[in-house]
């Protein structure tokens, strides 16, 4: 794959007090979807082209593991064509793994298609323990059997068979892990409790393209009826909601008015009237969205919740905005246990903010302070680069890696609004 990734070089990311911010910035396709598609390949051999995918590490990664197993690999600007073998190496190693828990996808695809696969046990990671029981649990109600042992699952079927699979939660990993599994299973397969994250509607979609019988993507309900072979396909993949909603509280920060191209208002409903109810005039676009702000943002109280709820990973985004908003703000993280850990960063900055368990109790501050920070994982990352962007001062948010993981341009997307935003080598 070609490495046109500025992850490849900075780790510090230069912010200084910027805004308002004006013009237009177009999302890339879902890091959350491309991944899961780039898993989904692996169903069926021949040459896949996906559009709109994201020139960020994490593709990168799941690029390798995929090279590792065989498959064809080349990405040309946001173009990514993968050469599917007949037979593959099924197996994910420790080091991809490590690096990329989202690896755990290629499981499902690995079963279904040749009944046996070898992944390394993804540890936890900085929200804290993140098990994969749903997703075994699910399989085995499939057919597969596993065993673990030297830190890797070894996953066997000699074939699956169509199964009732109630998920006691909607996860998102294990609900793709399962529809991909049981796309050629035998029979009929009916997922409740699904997760209903647009990003799943889109890998059926995708399936669907590819022969599959796939019913209810998006619901509560899935049903996938098995089919005995499936063939390389064409698909454009879904726009990254939680890049579209990174511009979005941009201009909450930082004032003005944007119009973010390829963001879809249907995809994130509850976040954008969350917006409004904080002060910003949302409106749809052609293209997009609008978002304009002025002045402070109001205070709210939220919770994250499973989609259509207010997703996790706008969480740091919704904190950062309560930082410098007009008053008191109760978030409740209900997704992830370890998410707060980055508000230690914010506190850094000057925001008042007191996490406990679940909880956060966000008391707007007047100004934020510029400082150097790190950044902790994806989202939080982009979460202290918006703070900036208000702190008097320049911020240096190192660890900029973790930002490049799920942000094509982060940098110079702010900076084609306005904003004061730049790399720079640490060292
Ligand atoms: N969970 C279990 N057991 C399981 C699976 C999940 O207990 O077998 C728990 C998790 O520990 C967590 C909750 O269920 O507390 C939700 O996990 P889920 O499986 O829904 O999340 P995921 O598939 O691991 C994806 C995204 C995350 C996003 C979450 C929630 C990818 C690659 N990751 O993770 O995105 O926050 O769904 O929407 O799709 C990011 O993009 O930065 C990111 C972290």
Redesign the pocket.
């Known amino acids: 794959m070609d490495g046109a990734n500025p992850a490849d070089g900075p780790t510090l990311i230069r912010v200084r007090q910027s805004g308002p911010l004006a013009g237009t910035v177009r999302v890339s396709g879902a890091?959350?979807s491309a991944?899961k598609l780039m898993a989904a390949s692996l169903l069926a051999e021949g040459r896949f082209t996906l559009h709109d995918v994201p020139r960020i590490a994490d593709v990168r990664w799941m690029g390798e593991l995929l090279e590792q197993m065989g498959v064809g690999v080349s990405q040309k600007g946001d173009v990514l064509t993968l050469d599917v073998p007949e037979t593959v190496t099924p197996e994910a190693p420790y080091e991809l793994v490590e690096r990329m828990?989202?690896s755990i996808v290629v499981l499902g695809p690995l079963l279904g298609r040749f009944g046996t696969a070898r992944v390394s046990v993804p540890g936890g990671d900085d929200f804290g323990?993140?098990?994969?029981?749903?997703?075994l649990r699910g399989l085995e109600e499939l057919g597969a059997t596993f065993t673990t042992s030297h830190g890797y699952i070894q996953g066997r079927a000699d074939h699956l068979e169509g199964a009732a699979v109630l998920l006691p939660?909607p996860?998102?990993?294990?609900t793709e892990n399962l529809l991909m599994a049981a796309v050629l299973a035998r029979g009929t397969t009916v997922i409740d409790n699904a997760?209903r994250?647009p990003e799943i509607a889109d890998l059926a979609a995708f399936l669907n393209a590819m022969g599959a019988r796939v019913d209810g993507a998006g619901s509560s309900t899935i049903t996938i009826k098995g089919v005995d072979g499936l063939t390389a396909v064409e698909h454009t993949v879904v726009p990254d909601r939680?890049e579209a909603a990174t511009y979005m509280a941009a201009v909450g920060m930082a004032g003005g008015e944007v119009e973010v191209a390829g963001a879809r208002p249907e995809h994130m409903e509850m976040l954008l009237s969350k917006l409004v109810e904080m002060g910003l005039h949302i409106s749809p676009t052609a293209n997009g969205v609008s978002v304009k702000a002025s002045g402070k943002p109001h205070s709210v109280d939220l919770a994250t919740l499973p989609y259509p709820g207010v997703?996790?990973?706008y969480q740091p985004l919704l904190v950062t905005l309560l930082a410098v908003a007009d008053g008191v703000g109760i978030v409740t993280e209900n997704?992830?246990g370890g998410r707060f850990r980055y508000i230690d960063e914010l506190v850094r900055m000057g925001a008042d903010i007191r996490a406990e368990g679940h909880h956060a109790v966000i008391r707007g501050v007047a100004a934020l302070s510029g400082a150097p920070v790190r950044a902790p994982?994806?989202?939080a990352g982009a979460a202290l680069v918006i703070a900036g962007l208000v702190a008097d001062g320049e911020t240096l948010i190192g660890d900029a890696h973790h930002v490049e993981r799920?942000y094509q341009d982060i940098v110079g997307n702010l900076a084609s609004l306005g904003a004061d935003v730049s790399y720079s080598v640490s060292g």
Do not use: Q, W
């Open positions: 890091k959350n991944l828990r989202a323990h993140r098990p994969i029981d749903m997703h939660y996860s998102v990993g294990a997760a994250e939680i997703a996790t990973d997704v992830f994982d994806i989202r799920g």
